[in-house]
T-cell receptor
Framework: GAGVSQTPSNKVTEKGKYVELRCDPI?????LYWYRQSLGQGPEFLIY????????DSGLPNDRFFAVRPEGSVSTLKIQRTERGDSAVYLC?????????????FGPGTRLTVL | AQSVAQPEDQVNVAEGNPLTVKCTYS??????LFWYVQYPNRGLQFLLK??????LVKGSYGFEAEFNKSQTSFHLKKPSALVSDSALYFC???????????????FGTGTQLKVEL
């Protein structure tokens, strides 16, 4: 079956601009996660959705970052007033129920470059 | 707070030889441990996980991992390495979120495996 998909695969923007990154999870997965991976580092947790609600947003670095999942499937990560330090690969993952034993399946990521 | 350490930035091994990629963890409560592999310009692919039961876990592509509670380790192993195994490997631990549940993963910094002919 289809895996997690993310669009765009690459996004180049200028400092101060607004960007949206999209994630389409595996069909039937109720849990969705966003992570950020900086160069040479492991992924770092940003936010977790269970259904339509953000159950844990403790990883969002500041209020420029926001994410939605209005219908409990596709999610959009939104970054306002982008800064050069936001440059990273943004990874989305989904799992069946969000249990701590569930396997998370990752998408290919969106590489964001802020000039 | 939970944490994962991968002490080796890079591991080099000859094709056909056994390989080990090391991982140690720190977590309160039951540890749920995962290994993922990342090929260039691609997302993370799940290899295997330890939840409970047998300390030796078998996963995809001939990989296995040994859970050792007393040493708080979860080393990834393969009896005979292939050149195609060359990639970046991440160990991760799952922790039940402090707010609202959900298993956010905490990752190590990754180990680059290079298998040479």
């Amino acid at each position: 079956g289809a895996g997690v998909s993310q669009t765009p695969s690459n996004k180049v923007t200028e400092k101060g601009k607004y960007v949206e990154l999209r994630c389409d999870p595996i069909s039937g997965h109720t849990a969705l996660y966003w992570y950020r991976q900086s160069l040479g580092q492991g992924p770092e947790f940003l936010i977790y959705f269970q259904g339509t609600g953000a159950a844990d947003d403790s990883g969002l670095p500041n209020d420029r970052f926001f994410a939605v999942r209005p219908e409990g499937s596709v999610s959009t990560l939104k970054i306002q007033r982008t800064e050069r330090g936001d440059s990273a690969v943004y990874l989305c993952a989904s799992s069946f129920e969000g249990l701590d034993t569930d396997t998370q399946y990752f998408g290919p990521g969106t590489r964001l470059t802020v000039l | 707070a939970q944490s994962v350490a991968q002490p080796e930035d890079q591991v080099n091994v000859a094709e056909g030889n056994p390989l080990t990629v090391k991982c140690t963890y720190s977590v309160s409560g039951n540890p749920y441990l995962f290994w993922y592999v990342q090929y260039p310009n691609r997302g993370l692919q799940f290899l295997l996980k330890y939840i409970t039961g047998d300390n030796l876990v078998k996963g995809s592509y001939g990989f296995e991992a040994e859970f050792n509670k007393s040493q708080t380790s979860f080393h990834l192993k393969k009896p005979s390495a292939l050149v195609s195994d060359s990639a970046l490997y991440f160990c991760a631990v799952s922790a039940w979120g402090l707010t609202g549940g959900g298993n956010k993963l905490t990752f190590g910094t990754g180990t680059q495996l290079k298998v040479e002919l």
